[in-house]
């Protein structure tokens, strides 16, 4: 009980700290809530709802998405995954978008069986895009994030009570030319707590450093002093 309450405390101490920064430093809060569904045959499957948005009224931006995804794990170390995510962005003042999105993404690990756990997760995007007044915008992109775990409290990632430190590292690289977007993404990077109170209920709050850059073609005034690419992110995952 002590230790859930200290997980809410320090939740709601980081986003208000989030709130409470000078007016020069902007960042963005991920709110991510997931349900999924672990069969014993290897198949699985997770829907997440989630909210960004971006801590400033004088540039306004924020995306609502859906993301399903369906996984088949042929062992421990190996896994294939497919989804499809839906979004729509607010990429400035005069400027929104939507997006339909099919993934496909390959995934390498150790066994989670042991306290740390390297795994890598390779995913090809392809990415349909409509914008206001009827652009419409088509790229493939690809993504690897190398993810490095370790279990601080019990001995391995499948024991309920289990606090996992982690971090990892996400490169992209898009085949064709840059699409139009707030925060057009290059690499990130994250670090982060996770915290599995049982099978069915888990948790993670993580800090997320994002390099990329505004692609938007029309002309935009942005406060030089305004820091975008910092986020805190956090999630809920109820797992049948």
Known sequence: MTLR??????L?????WAYSQEDGFKPQVWNNTSIGW?????FSVLNTLSYYVLLSNEVPWNEFSNTFST???????????????AS????SASLSSSELRPTLAFRLSTHDQNRWRVSNNSKFEFRFLNYTGDTKDYT???RNKTLVSVAVKESNFQQDGSIVLF?????????EKNTVERFFATAKVK????????????????LIYLDASNTIVEPTILPGNIITNYILDWGIYYIF
């Open 38 to 42: 672990n069969s014993e045959n290897g």
């Open 140 to 142: 493939t992109r690809f």
């Open 167 to 175: 971090s990892f590292f996400e490169v992209f690289h898009n085949f």
């Open 88 to 91: 729509r962005t607010k990429q």
């Open 191 to 206: 670090v982060g707590v996770a915290y599995r109170m049982s099978y069915n209920w888990r948790f993670d709050l993580g």
């Open 71 to 85: 996984a088949y794990t042929f062992n421990p170390h190996i896994s294939v995954t497919g989804g499809f995510y």
């Open 12 to 16: 709601c101490y980081l986003s208000s």
């Open 5 to 10: 309450l200290s997980f809410i405390i320090a």
